[in-house]
């Protein structure tokens, strides 16, 4: 079983920064695509940010150019770095484990608001 531990959330003025990390259990990290998503109240959760096994990201366009995902195989853990933020980048933020299209893992989320 892996276990997936995101931190980092918080409260930020828009334009401001926020690093996410989620660390995973287990031995299969390297070998995962990690996804980050984000679910805002009354709206269905989105994909924010993905990173193959290989290290290559994808990102949707309403983050593209401000969101950066990376990940550290040797300390099993993924990073969102986000800058530039906005009130609409509000939301609860959940990692996402992905081995297989049949065998995938959740984290907890982290709420982040953005708002003055």
């Known amino acids: 079983q892996v276990q997936l531990v995101e931190s980092g959330g918080g409260l930020v003025q828009p334009g401001g920064s926020l690093r996410l990390s989620c660390v995973a259990s287990?031995?299969?990290?390297?070998?995962?695509?990690m996804n980050w998503y984000r679910q805002a109240v009354g709206k269905q959760r989105e994909l924010v940010a993905s990173i193959s096994s290989g290290g290559s990201a994808n990102y949707p366009d309403s983050v593209k150019g401000r969101f950066t995902i990376s990940r550290d195989n040797a300390k099993n853990t993924a990073y969102l770095q986000m800058n530039l933020l906005k009130p609409e980048d509000t939301g609860v933020y959940s990692c996402?484990?992905?081995?297989?299209?049949?065998?995938?893992?959740w984290g907890q989320g982290t709420q982040v608001t953005v708002s003055s």
């Open positions: 996402n484990l992905v081995v297989s299209w049949s065998r995938n893992y």
């Open positions: 287990g031995s299969i990290f390297s070998i995962s695509t």
